[in-house]
């Protein structure tokens, strides 16, 4: 089913796909929120710009956007796959606890900021190109993925990356040495092609967007984790 | 009525601005309609607009637009400017009646030129002389509020929905090189006529997106020069700042930026550039009191060119894209692409990093 944005306000568009069955494209699309707000099972694709919220509180349906997304998007997602063929504003994947998302160009700052695991819920967020600062604030599981390509030397992140970051890894291509992490993370260099626990993922991310696999594995990636299992330890007071 | 927590309110301001690089001129239509898709992050307290290039017949003459809450207080501002200023024209504003938008005041536009006897006598430039009279109107004249002061530039705002205020104001009308907009959701401070952005002293005008944290520092500290906060919100102060910074000390953009959104100490730190790391550290020394902390994203409009800017956080969105001679800048993508479908390189900047964007010498 296609659906025609155009006059649509963010209320009128959430229920007239809520109402429909099946997969949809949303043509004409110009920032209407909560895109797929909750929506299991299900596959839509957007042309257009997509509002603030793309796929919030996601459970188990696949969004495709074939242009750039705003602010958080995969909000709180729970299962399913965001797919973003261009850049995506701050704030992606708050809090997300499950699924996967997977980003061609850039993102925004706070990128993952609070994501989470929980036993086989295990949240992937994949970025082609930078990510701004503070990337991963807070993470507290899952895994977040900053491939760096095409950037032309730009730093593959920006300022106070991992801050209050304790629980998940982050894997960056390269090996980051003008980025500074804070202290309660570990950081260690792996080749790309012993990363096995990420090697599906990437995989993927090259299928989507066309990129060599090969390639991409043939750089060292930094591989960031919390290096305690308290590491608020020292943060306020001594506990 | 259901209150928040029953209802879900998506807010936040929304900001937008187009600029011509070439000078070319726009009409109004395009930015207000800019607003639209941006509709839910304002709740209709305020609304408005500053274009620039918009009275070139008059561009020799500071253009006053003012709100009074009476006849009678329109007559007594009038004495007073006319012992201050040569009025060339005196006009009601024209404005369109919409439904959606009531209750407003009395709106006069008068095009001014400082008489040259009160500027001798006082021992003013103009642009001081000008700038103080404004704060005096605004501290002094209860019920008058000049909202625009500048040459051959003007700002419109109202309590309403941005997009019904560019109507109201017969936006479409009017043809400028730049527009700035904002829409308002006020989270602290009534949302009045006059609280309604842009924020404006001579030609500069802030539209802002954020809350101040550091707000009644910077209030205090800059009235020490002589600005009055009497407008009932934050954002005015950085209006003010500004002028202070750019007009009375001399920085450039790109220093003031460095002051409002200064840099982490631990940031400066690590700059290897040892001139450029001693000019941040006495930006910030010099000038503490005027680092704007919470969230913000900003449009300093000015003669001949625009800033966006975002605090040092980044605690706001804006994405800045262009087509052609043209820029644009918006809290949401989707607003860049109302005013231009085919917009390209959509990037954001990162916090503190202002976006300076200039016409082209002679062009405007």
Redesign the interface.
């Known amino acids: 089913m296609v659906i025609n944005a155009l006059n649509y306000?963010?209320t009128e568009l959430n229920q007239v796909l809520r109402d429909s069955n099946g997969d949809c494209t949303i043509t004409n699309c110009?920032?209407?929120?909560f895109i797929g707000a909750g929506i299991s099972g299900r596959s839509i694709t957007v042309s257009?710009?997509p509002?603030?919220a793309l796929g919030a509180y996601l459970n188990g349906a696949q969004i495709t956007v074939h242009a750039?997304a705003?602010?958080a998007v995969g909000d709180t997602m729970n299962d399913g796959t965001i797919i973003i063929h261009g850049?995506i504003?701050?704030a992606a994947g708050y809090a997300m606890r499950g699924g996967h998302i997977f980003v061609k160009g850039n993102a925004?700052?706070r990128a993952g900021i609070h994501m989470k695991a929980y036993r086989e819920k295990v949240p992937v967020m994949v970025i082609g190109g930078t990510a701004?600062?503070?990337l991963g604030e807070y993470q507290a599981g899952g895994i977040i993925i900053v491939l760096g390509l095409g950037t032309d030397g730009k730093k593959i992140v920006?300022?106070f990356p991992c801050t209050g970051m304790h629980g998940g890894t982050m894997y960056l291509r390269g090996d980051c040495s003008r980025v500074?992490f804070p202290g309660q993370v570990t950081t260690k260099t792996a080749a790309g092609d012993t990363l096995v626990a990420i090697r599906d993922y990437l995989s993927e991310f090259c299928e989507l967007f066309g990129y060599p696999l090969d390639e991409i594995l043939q750089e060292t990636f930094t591989v960031v984790t919390p290096d305690s299992s308290n590491p608020y330890r020292q943060m306020y007071v001594a506990n | 009525m259901k209150i928040e927590g029953q209802v879900r309110i998506p807010s936040g301001c929304a900001i937008a601005a187009v600029i011509s690089k070439e000078g070319n001129r726009m009409s109004g239509e395009m930015i207000a309609n800019s607003m639209k898709p941006m509709h839910d992050r304002s709740n209709g307290l305020g609304g408005g607009f500053a274009g620039y290039g918009i009275y070139p017949e008059y561009r020799d003459f500071y253009a006053l637009h003012l709100f009074y809450n009476s006849r009678s207080t329109r007559k007594d501002c009038e004495v007073f400017l006319k012992e201050r200023f040569e009025i060339v024209k005196s006009e009601i504003l024209p404005t369109r009646k919409i439904p959606a938008i009531t209750d407003e005041p009395v709106i006069w536009r008068y095009f001014v030129a400082p008489l040259q006897s009160v500027l001798t006598s006082m021992q003013l430039d103009e642009k001081e002389f000008v700038a103080r009279t404004v704060m005096k109107i605004n501290t002094d004249m209860p019920g008058a509020y000049v909202f625009s002061s500048g040459k051959n530039m003007g700002t419109f705002k109202a309590v309403g929905f941005p997009e019904d205020v560019g109507v109201f104001y017969r936006l479409d009308e009017y043809e400028g090189y730049s527009w700035t907009a904002h829409g308002r959701y006020p989270t602290n401070t009534p949302g009045w006529w006059g609280g309604a952005h842009p924020f404006t002293l001579l030609d500069y005008s802030i539209v802002h997106n954020g809350e101040i944290s550091s707000y009644d520092a910077n209030r205090r500290f800059i009235e020490m020069f002589g600005y009055k906060c009497t407008l009932q919100t934050d954002t005015e102060v950085i209006t003010y700042i500004m002028d202070y910074l750019i007009r009375v000390q001399g920085l450039t953009l790109n220093e003031a930026a460095s002051v409002i959104a200064a840099p982490f100490w631990s940031t400066i730190e690590a700059k290897t550039d040892e001139a450029d790391k001693q000019k941040h550290l006495f930006l910030r020394t010099a000038f503490s009191n005027l680092l704007i902390t919470g969230p913000f994203s900003i449009v300093f409009g000015f003669n001949g060119g625009m800033m966006a800017l975002n605090d040092r956080l980044k605690l706001r969105s804006m994405v800045v894209g262009e087509k052609d001679d043209k820029v644009f800048i918006a809290s949401e993508e989707a607003a860049i692409r109302v005013m231009e479908p085919d917009a390209q390189n959509i990037f954001a900047p990162a916090g503190g990093e202002p976006v300076i964007v200039k016409v082209k010498d002679g062009a405007f």
């Open positions: 306000e963010y110009c920032g209407q929120r257009g710009i509002g603030n750039n705003q602010d850049n504003g701050d925004g700052y701004g600062s503070f920006g300022n500074r």
